[in-house]
């Protein structure tokens, strides 16, 4: 009971914005806005991805209107940007429409992979910084590269799994850990989950919070993923809070030896 009642106070804070939930949800791929608001609504996320360049937020009888009425909070994405200029431009007409300065940085580097850019995505960070953005980007498992990100003034990273969409889960979690024990920012796995036990694990890792956008929106019942995710999500972290046991090469008795009657 005592662990339940904790998740209550374990928020998740990134820059000024203050989260009881620790699963972001994207809004791309759902086969209905019906679906797209069954999850929303039980997978308790209160941060949801939208790309400006996919959705008019003007219009309506639209997937604002669905997001509007789930009360969630929007952070815009940069998603299909394959250049640091196009990113920053998104970015700015993102800002003008859905009035906030919080973006998903995406800078693409390679169409087959959707892998990031590194050098452009570097380079878009920092003048979004610089232009008082908050700036969250999706990047890859490299902790250099985060490090980096994180020192240009994002407030967050977001290391993939593995690549978007593909469902693998996480690939490299040495690096991973690498990246969640050395920084000093919220750490959000962003890509590759397929399943509830790969956002438990990226929890169980440490990280401070999943993002799901086709685990979800392509699974055959999205709602239901989406509850399966949630738990997952909530899982991983009291497992992490709660620490796990040291793995042993070799078994280790339950049983203390102490109080055993001699022969």
């Known amino acids: 009971m005592a662990a339940t009642s904790d998740t209550n106070t374990d928020v998740l804070t990134i820059a000024d914005k203050t989260l009881s939930s620790r699963l972001l949800l994207g809004t791309g791929g759902f086969r209905s806005l019906d679906a797209l608001a069954g999850a929303l609504a039980v997978s308790g996320s209160e941060l949801v991805t939208v790309a400006l360049r996919r959705i008019d937020p003007g219009q309506h009888g639209s997937i604002v209107d669905v997001l509007d009425r ?13 250049t640091a200029r196009d990113a920053v431009l998104t970015a700015k007409m993102a800002r003008e429409a859905f009035e906030t300065n919080w973006v998903k940085l995406e800078v693409i580097g390679d169409e087959r992979t959707l892998l990031p850019d590194a050098p452009a995505l ?5 003048e979004l910084v610089d232009d008082g953005f908050v700036v969250l980007p999706y990047t ?15 407030a967050a990273v977001m290391p993939l799994g593995s690549p978007i969409g593909s469902g ?8 991973l850990r690498l990246i969640r ?16 036990s790969d956002a438990a694990l990226a ?20 709602e239901t993923m989406a509850r399966a995710i949630r738990l997952g999500v909530e899982a991983g972290r009291l497992a992490y809070r709660a620490g796990r046991i ?7 008795a339950s049983t203390p030896d102490e109080g055993f009657p001699e022969y």
């Open 122 to 126: 570097l380079e878009a960070a920092e």
């Open 203 to 222: 929890m169980e890792l440490g990280f401070d919070a999943v993002l799901c956008a086709t685990a979800v929106s392509r699974a055959e019942e999205p």
């Open 168 to 175: 693998m889960g996480l690939l490299n979690t040495y690096n």
């Open 140 to 154: 890859n498992d490299d902790p250099i590269l985060a490090r980096r990100l994180e020192d240009v003034g994002c």
């Open 181 to 196: 024990e050395r920084a000093g920012v919220p750490v959000i796995l962003d890509a590759g989950v397929g399943t509830a």
């Open 246 to 252: 040291p793995r042993r090469l070799y078994a280790q």
């Open 70 to 82: 789930a009360g969630v909070q929007l952070l815009p994405n940069t998603a299909g940007c394959f």
